[in-house]
């Protein structure tokens, strides 16, 4: 199972981390996902990192703004989220992806936490 929090309101040009931590194992041919879904939009593919080498991998929208890390002790992703903007209000979902590789559809995903809201105001 995975468990997301993090998220809240924050002002334009704030800052937020989120964290998925993992019950079970994770194997280390896993990539963990970080995808959002604002209301009336689809899911989407935000920011993707490789568990055994660390290899990240994020939208264009987000490069420089956000970073996915993890901590291998407390099998936990983060997604720190700096220089927040308003298009970047949505629910924020964490998710497994067992093939091994970096792929941004969400159907590709298997396991999903339940998302944690994230509000940027103007």
């Known amino acids: 199972q995975l468990q997301a929090s993090g998220g809240g309101l924050v002002q334009a040009g704030g800052s937020l981390r989120l964290s998925c931590a993992a019950s079970?194992?994770?194997?280390?041919?896993?990539?963990m996902g970080w995808f959002r879904q604002a209301p009336g939009k689809e899911r989407e593919f935000v920011a993707a990192i490789k568990w055994r080498t660390g290899s990240t991998y994020y939208r264009d929208s987000v490069k420089g703004r956000f970073t996915i890390s993890r901590d291998n002790a407390k099998n936990t992703v983060y997604l720190q989220m700096n220089s927040l903007k308003p298009e970047d209000t949505a629910v924020y979902f964490c998710?497994?992806?067992?093939?091994?590789?970096?792929?941004?559809?969400?159907?590709?995903?298997?396991?999903w936490g339940q998302g944690t809201q994230v509000t940027v105001s103007s």
């Open positions: 079970g194992r994770i194997f280390s041919s896993y990539v």
């Open positions: 998710a497994t992806d067992p093939s091994g590789s970096v792929r941004t559809g969400s159907y590709l995903y298997d396991y």
